[in-house]
């Protein structure tokens, strides 16, 4: 019986078509876009997290043969993170697989397709790139697309969504060139897109919105206010650092007031004058607080901010984390070994929903000092009719903590690597999908480093569950060197062992060596090569 090896050809997206295929088009290309290189790859985009290589190969390989396919996840948990890219084996099929399949329901949402761009340059500049907002709920992808590609080939087409897959208002388009947004802005721009005129402009970096407003803003908030201050008090107030356009007291339905307002200045610099003199000053009866008007997702994130600040200076240096504590150690113990290095603040071990312990607890000192007395003291120390040693080191925060084990899983798969190619723009480590039968393998560049007398990287090939008896070694027995069991010797890595002198010693060949290694006597030392040592004498 003899066994059949698959053979699995390393993705290759950018090669998978000859040079001579015609260049893909999603429109009308204005004058002075630059050419599309071909390519056969398409990334998918809006996808569900339960979206899986196999879902996605059975809807595109209806359009056309599909070379392989990626869904990318996160490196540590694995989960996908809501894209993914088809690799076909023609243009013609990639670009048909885009219009026939765009905006696409995939698992209760709508995807979005386009082509494939490795040139992360292309994205970051944002030449091209439109913001289109104050569109109709009844707006998606297809519409906003068919509406806009009239003016030029489109990179990226997407109305953003919140977590029911509902429209939020606004979308974004992304064009080749500058021109043919410029001509989008021009023809669109205060005009009616299903029910609602719409309003587009360039887009503008959340960076750079930051700074703009920073510099131009108008609106002050007000808080604090004595409710017995009039409208007309409030005004003449603000009215001493510039022009105001409308002083407002929020009132209830009753005409009481509710503790704040806004006034909104013409300039922006009567503005912060008007905050930087005005804010902690009496009015009435109270100090009355002024700042910047902001949105409430803005200020939370200002708040929540600060507040982790306050915090993390606040136990810098003195918070330990204590982990590997048994179920018999509660907090008077923990804390009775941990005073002695110094005067414990707080002393904490979170239980379960039984009132368990949870393996691990958190010490508070009341120094820098004496925290890390306690960590030399007591990191790997058993404590007394304990089993296991205590870990303990200073708190970390959880995005801390992250970023350090994402650098410990990039340093160990750049350790992996040995030198090979990178033959594959996807990320290294991630699983491709292969539809020719080998079902889902990792890239050939993180096998482990080549042994002396093994092939290389390179030469494996990846093997469907038919074929790990190729992989056995055979037993030693009769003159001859017989396999047994009938698995014939291949010239792709595997070993053939057999018979020395009828001891049953197994020996090994290098690869592509077909030769059966058998006989005694005098054939002991044909043209064997073995990988361990010398031959038998």
Not at 21 to 32: E, L, V
Not at 59 to 66: L, S, T
Not at 161 to 180: C, I, L, P, R, W
Not at 336 to 341: G, I, K, L, V
Request: charged content about 20%; proline content about 5%.
């Amino acid at each position: 019986m003899s066994n059949s090896t698959t053979q699995v050809a390393t993705p290759t997206p950018t090669t998978a078509v000859t040079t001579t295929a015609t260049t893909p088009t999603t429109g009308a290309t204005p004058t002075g876009a630059t050419p599309k290189p071909p390519s056969a790859s398409l990334y998918v985009g809006d996808l569900s997290v339960d979206v899986t290589e196999a879902m996605l190969f059975e809807i595109f390989n209806a359009v056309g043969p599909v070379h392989s396919i990626r869904v990318c996840r996160d490196s540590l948990t694995r989960r996908s993170l809501g894209y993914a890219y088809v690799n076909f084996h023609s243009v013609v099929d990639a670009e048909r697989a885009l219009h026939t399949l765009n905006t696409s329901v995939i698992m209760h949402r709508p995807c979005r397709i386009m082509w494939s761009q490795r040139d992360p340059s292309v994205r970051k500049t944002g030449v091209g790139n439109i913001f289109i907002k104050n569109l109709d709920t009844a707006v998606g992808h297809k519409e906003l697309y068919d509406r806009f590609s009239e003016f030029g080939s489109i990179l990226s087409c997407k109305v953003a969504q919140n977590e029911t897959g509902g429209s939020k208002g606004y979308g974004f388009v992304h064009y080749e060139s500058e021109k043919a947004a410029q001509l989008a802005i021009d023809g669109v721009n205060n005009t009616k897109l299903g029910v609602k005129e719409v309003y587009v402009g360039f887009f503008i970096p959340r960076k750079m919105r930051v700074q703009q407003v920073e510099q131009s803003w108008t609106n002050v908030y007000v808080k604090d206010i004595d409710p017995e201050v009039s409208d007309e008090e409030f005004k003449q107030l603000f009215e001493k650092f510039g022009t105001v356009n409308s002083p407002l007291i929020k009132r209830d339905k009753n005409g009481v007031s509710t503790g704040f307002g806004f006034v909104n200045f013409v300039r922006h610099e009567d503005a912060k004058t008007a905050v930087d003199q005005l804010n902690g000053r009496k009015l009435g009866n109270k100090n009355i607080t002024c700042c910047r008007a902001m949105k409430r997702l803005e200020r939370e994130t200002r708040l929540k901010r600060e507040w982790e600040q306050q915090k993390f200076n606040k136990y810098h240096g003195i918070n330990l984390y204590v982990k590997h504590i048994e179920d018999e150690v509660d907090e008077e113990t923990l804390r009775r070994e941990f005073s002695a290095f110094g005067e414990v603040k707080s002393c904490k071990i979170p239980l379960d929903e039984k009132g368990s312990s949870k393996g691990f607890g958190f010490v508070c000192f009341s120094t820098p000092e004496e925290a890390q007395k306690a960590i030399t003291g007591l990191n790997s120390k058993i404590l007394q009719g304990q089993k296991k040693p205590l870990f303990v080191a200073l708190h970390e925060s959880k995005e801390v903590r992250k970023q350090k084990l994402a650098h410990r899983h990039n340093l160990a798969m750049t350790k992996n690597i040995r030198g090979v190619p990178q033959q594959m723009y996807s990320p290294q480590g991630q699983a491709m999908f292969y539809p020719n039968g080998a079902g889902f393998t990792y890239p050939q560049q993180v096998l482990p480093m080549q042994q002396r007398g093994w092939p290389g990287p390179q030469q494996f090939q990846p093997m469907g569950p038919n074929n790990y008896m190729g992989m056995m070694p055979r037993t030693g027995g009769a003159r001859g060197g017989a396999a047994t069991g009938g698995v014939s010797a291949t010239g792709t890595g595997g070993a053939t062992t057999g018979s020395a002198g009828g001891s049953g010693r197994q020996q090994q060949q290098r690869p592509g060596n077909n030769r059966q290694q058998g006989g005694a006597g005098g054939n002991r030392g044909r043209g064997q090569q073995q990988m361990g040592g010398p031959l038998d004498g």
